[in-house]
């Protein structure tokens, strides 16, 4: 098994990189799995507690589960996923049954911050973005996929996801063996990728 894990800041494009890599590819022998999935369990907290959790810090995630699952996956066992509410702020009473395959893509904002994870990883990659650009990406996102509003997510920004990314997320990006500058479609980074997955999915 391959395992690649994509990271970046909130906002740079690594769905759609996801997406790229994956295009073509036969879509039975990869998987996916979100970072977003492994958001800690928040059951001993009401709603407004859950909001003011800064989910760009690593102790928000649970990656001990996310790592453990990564070993079942490796040693071929199916595992149930997490399914996590971004407008409840907690996990769903849901898992996702998820079996092995050839290549596994992790994708989150903090996988490459995690020395245990990074070990894991066959691949890393760093889909890097420009600040502004990523702004408004999660502007767009939070309001129409999260039930957010301007005020709250521009908040946000300055007090958590900014101060993250300058303390957490970049400096990730020295434990990439690729670093991809998001463009509409970057070809070359995405067709290296691409070329390496096939290699691995034809043994």
């Known amino acids: 098994m391959l395992i690649i894990g994509i990271a970046g800041g909130t906002g740079s494009g690594k769905t759609t990189v996801v997406h790229q890599i994956m295009n073509e590819l036969p879509g039975a022998e990869v998987g996916i799995i979100s970072q977003d999935s492994y958001y800690k369990a928040t059951d001993n907290l009401n709603f407004d507690e859950r909001a003011l959790i800064n989910f760009d810090h690593p102790r928000s995630i649970d990656f001990n589960l996310l790592t453990e699952h990564l070993k079942e996956l490796k040693a071929g066992n199916s595992i149930n996923q997490p399914v996590y509410s971004f407008v ?11 079996h092995p395959r050839k290549v596994m893509i992790v994708e989150g904002i903090l996988i490459l911050a995690n020395q245990e994870l990074r070990d894991i990883f066959d691949i890393k990659i760093f889909v890097h973005t420009d600040s502004d650009e990523r702004l408004i990406r999660r502007l767009k996102r939070d309001i129409a996929d999260r039930g957010r509003d301007m005020e709250e997510v521009l908040n946000r920004y300055q007090t958590t996801l900014k101060p993250m990314h300058e303390q957490f997320i970049e400096p990730s990006k020295a434990f990439a063996d690729i670093i991809i500058p998001y463009d509409t479609y970057n070809t070359v980074a995405i067709d290296m990728v691409r070329t390496v997955i096939n290699q691995k999915i034809a043994y």
């Open 88 to 98: 409840k702020h907690n996990r769903t009473d849901d898992y996702v049954l998820t």
